[in-house]
C-alpha cells in the first residue's frame, strides 16, 4: 500500500511544483543533470521524442532547451491542437530534486487535454494517475518505481484557453524531508501528508501547500479553515460554495493573498486540501518570520 501512496502524493507535489513554476518564469538554476536509464520508458516511442516543427519568424532553440524539453517531454506524445512546446523552468528546487518543465497552449478544455493524455498511458500500458481539481484544472501521469520519478501533463484553464504544463521530476527528496508546514499558515488538526514549498519569486515569495483529511467530508474541512483564518485575522471570501466535491475560498491578510482549494478523492472519504498563498515582499518584514505576515 505504500507504493501507490507514494505515487499519489509524488503527483500531487509535482501538479503544485509545476503550476508555481509558472510564476517563477526563467530565473533558475541551470544544472547539469545524468539519470539512470529508466526500464519502464521502454515502452515509448520515437514519437514521444517529437515535438510540432517551429513556427515561422520563431528562434531555433539552444542545447540547453532542447535538453530541457527532451527531459520535460519525451514520455509523451505532442499534442495534436497545442502550440509549439517551450521551455518554462528546470531544477529550481535544487539539485536533489531535479525537474524540467515545458509548457504550451491550446483552445482544447483541460477534460479533452487531460483525457487524451489519459488514453496515450494505457494504450503504453502505464499505470496512468490522475485528479480534477476542477473543471479547470486537474493532472494525469505515472510514476516510475524503478526510478522514483514523476511524469506529469497538468491542465490549467485561464485566459480563454488552456495552458499545458508537461513535466518530469524527482519528488521523492520532497516528500521524505520536504520544509514543515509554516506556523502562521492554519492546517486542519487530523490533516495527513502534510508538505510544503517556498518559491523566491522577484518581490514575492509563494507558499504552496498540500495535505489530505481522511473521514471527513467537504464542508467539515471548508468550516474549519474559514474559522480559523477569521481567527488569525484574515478575511475570507468565498468563490465555490463548499458541496460533496469541493470549495475554494480566497483569503487575505497585509500584503498575503491566496485561495484554499478542497476536494474530495471520490468515492473514498478524505479530502484533499491545496493551499496556494503570495507574500509580497514590499516592505522588511518585522519580528518573528513565523508569525502570521
Given at each position: 500500500?505504500?507504493?501507490?501512496?507514494?505515487?499519489?502524493?509524488?503527483?500531487?507535489?509535482?501538479?503544485?511544483?509545476?503550476?508555481?513554476?509558472?510564476?517563477?518564469?526563467?530565473?533558475?538554476?541551470?544544472?547539469?543533470?545524468?539519470?539512470?536509464?529508466?526500464?519502464?520508458?521502454?515502452?515509448?516511442?520515437?514519437?514521444?521524442?517529437?515535438?510540432?516543427?517551429?513556427?515561422?519568424?520563431?528562434?531555433?532553440?539552444?542545447?540547453?532547451?532542447?535538453?530541457?524539453?527532451?527531459?520535460?517531454?519525451?514520455?509523451?506524445?505532442?499534442?495534436?491542437?497545442?502550440?509549439?512546446?517551450?521551455?518554462?523552468?528546470?531544477?529550481?528546487?535544487?539539485?536533489?530534486?531535479?525537474?524540467?518543465?515545458?509548457?504550451?497552449?491550446?483552445?482544447?478544455?483541460?477534460?479533452?487535454?487531460?483525457?487524451?493524455?489519459?488514453?496515450?498511458?494505457?494504450?503504453?500500458?502505464?499505470?496512468?494517475?490522475?485528479?480534477?481539481?476542477?473543471?479547470?484544472?486537474?493532472?494525469?501521469?505515472?510514476?516510475?518505481?524503478?526510478?522514483?520519478?514523476?511524469?506529469?501533463?497538468?491542465?490549467?484553464?485561464?485566459?480563454?484557453?488552456?495552458?499545458?504544463?508537461?513535466?518530469?521530476?524527482?519528488?521523492?527528496?520532497?516528500?521524505?524531508?520536504?520544509?514543515?508546514?509554516?506556523?502562521?499558515i492554519p492546517m486542519h488538526p487530523e490533516a495527513e501528508d502534510a508538505s510544503?514549498?517556498?518559491?523566491?519569486?522577484?518581490?514575492?515569495?509563494?507558499?504552496?501547500?498540500?495535505?489530505?483529511?481522511?473521514?471527513?467530508?467537504?464542508?467539515?474541512?471548508?468550516?474549519?479553515?474559514?474559522?480559523?483564518?477569521?481567527?488569525?485575522?484574515?478575511?475570507?471570501?468565498?468563490?465555490?460554495?463548499?458541496?460533496?466535491?469541493?470549495?475554494?475560498?480566497?483569503?487575505?491578510?497585509?500584503?498575503?493573498?491566496?485561495?484554499?482549494?478542497?476536494?474530495?478523492?471520490?468515492?473514498?472519504?478524505?479530502?484533499?486540501?491545496?493551499?496556494?498563498?503570495?507574500?509580497?515582499?514590499?516592505?522588511?518584514?518585522?519580528?518573528?518570520?513565523?508569525?502570521?505576515?
Amino acid at each position: 500500500m505504500a507504493e501507490p501512496r507514494s505515487a499519489v502524493r509524488a503527483l500531487a507535489l509535482l501538479f503544485s511544483v509545476a503550476i508555481a513554476g509558472g510564476l517563477i518564469g526563467f530565473a533558475w538554476e541551470r544544472f547539469s543533470y545524468v539519470r539512470p536509464v529508466d526500464p519502464i520508458e521502454d515502452v515509448t516511442t520515437d514519437d514521444m521524442l517529437s515535438a510540432p516543427s517551429p513556427e515561422p519568424g520563431r528562434p531555433v532553440r539552444s542545447p540547453w532547451e532542447e535538453g530541457i524539453l527532451a527531459r520535460a517531454l519525451s514520455h509523451f506524445p505532442p499534442y495534436p491542437h497545442g502550440t509549439r512546446p517551450e521551455v518554462l523552468a528546470a531544477d529550481y528546487l535544487g539539485e536533489q530534486s531535479p525537474i524540467a518543465v515545458a509548457w504550451f497552449t491550446t483552445q482544447d478544455t483541460p477534460d479533452q487535454v487531460l483525457a487524451h493524455y489519459s488514453g496515450t498511458l494505457v494504450d503504453a500500458g502505464l499505470p496512468a494517475l490522475g485528479h480534477r481539481y476542477n473543471e479547470n484544472a486537474g493532472y494525469v501521469g505515472y510514476w516510475s518505481p524503478a526510478s522514483k520519478e514523476v511524469h506529469l501533463v497538468s491542465a490549467l484553464a485561464q485566459g480563454g484557453e488552456t495552458t499545458v504544463f508537461v513535466s518530469s521530476g524527482q519528488m521523492q527528496p520532497l516528500l521524505e524531508g520536504g520544509p514543515q508546514v509554516p506556523q502562521w499558515i492554519p492546517m486542519h488538526p487530523e490533516a495527513e501528508d502534510a508538505s510544503a514549498l517556498n518559491f523566491q519569486l522577484e518581490g514575492a515569495t509563494q507558499h504552496t501547500v498540500s495535505a489530505r483529511v481522511p473521514e471527513s467530508t467537504v464542508p467539515e474541512v471548508e468550516a474549519f479553515f474559514r474559522e480559523d483564518f477569521q481567527k488569525r485575522g484574515w478575511s475570507v471570501t468565498e468563490l465555490h460554495a463548499p458541496d460533496d466535491v469541493g470549495a475554494e475560498l480566497e483569503v487575505r491578510r497585509g500584503a498575503v493573498f491566496g485561495l484554499v482549494m478542497l476536494r474530495r478523492q471520490v468515492p473514498s472519504s478524505e479530502v484533499m486540501v491545496h493551499l496556494s498563498l503570495t507574500e509580497r515582499l514590499t516592505a522588511p518584514r518585522e519580528g518573528n518570520t513565523e508569525e502570521t505576515p
